[in-house]
């Protein structure tokens, strides 16, 4: 895990993600189905084709006088290019749009912000600045990151 602001490797527990997704359902007996992590793992799947090194990022936030760790899913670099990137299954919500860009809007830094989501009919930006792409879009496009 890279820790943003701090820019370091900190050690906390991994994540790990499957080459394989079927391969990764006949080990868990098809237990665990849940949408949201499926897409995550084919997310970072295509980022690595891509030749991106992918890190899982973590961004402290001051909320009064408590601090709190929130996550980034990808922080991808290539080169001189870096991406955040959240993934989400949707954004059907003000508070779920909140949830997904508030650590991507502490992040103090001018490279681009992305959250992917399952059904979006095409890109948009939120208020903030957050490229919203549709995941067909960013597998389909390999220049999406740069819309």
């Not at 103090?108 to 959250?115: A, E, V």
């Given at each position: 895990?890279?820790?943003?602001k701090?820019?370091?490797?900190?050690?906390?527990?991994?994540?790990?993600?499957?080459?394989?997704?079927?391969?990764?359902?006949?080990?868990?007996?098809?237990?665990?189905?849940?949408l949201?992590?499926?897409?995550?793992?084919?997310?970072?799947?295509?980022?690595?084709?891509?030749?991106?090194?992918?890190?899982?990022?973590?961004?402290?936030?001051?909320?009064?006088?408590?601090?709190?760790?929130?996550?980034?899913?990808?922080?991808?670099?290539?080169?001189?290019?870096?991406y955040?990137?959240?993934?989400?299954?949707?954004?059907?919500?003000?508070?779920?749009?909140?949830?997904?860009?508030?650590?991507?809007?502490?992040?103090?830094?001018?490279?681009k912000?992305?959250?992917?989501?399952?059904?979006?009919?095409?890109?948009?930006?939120?208020?903030?600045?957050?490229?919203?792409?549709?995941?067909?879009?960013?597998?389909?496009?390999?220049?999406?990151?740069?819309?």
């Amino acid at each position: 895990r890279y820790d943003v602001k701090g820019r370091k490797y900190v050690q906390t527990p991994y994540k790990y993600y499957f080459t394989d997704i079927g391969l990764r359902n006949a080990c868990l007996n098809f237990r665990q189905q849940e949408l949201s992590h499926l897409m995550e793992n084919v997310i970072y799947n295509e980022l690595v084709i891509r030749g991106y090194n992918v890190d899982v990022g973590l961004v402290g936030i001051r909320k009064g006088n408590k601090r709190k760790q929130t996550e980034i899913d990808f922080v991808c670099n290539l080169g001189s290019k870096r991406y955040y990137i959240q993934s989400a299954l949707n954004l059907d919500t003000r508070e779920k749009t909140i949830q997904e860009s508030r650590p991507l809007n502490h992040v103090n830094d001018n490279f681009k912000k992305i959250i992917i989501v399952r059904d979006a009919p095409r890109h948009w930006y939120t208020e903030s600045g957050i490229l919203v792409l549709g995941i067909f879009d960013f597998l389909l496009n390999p220049k999406s990151l740069d819309l």
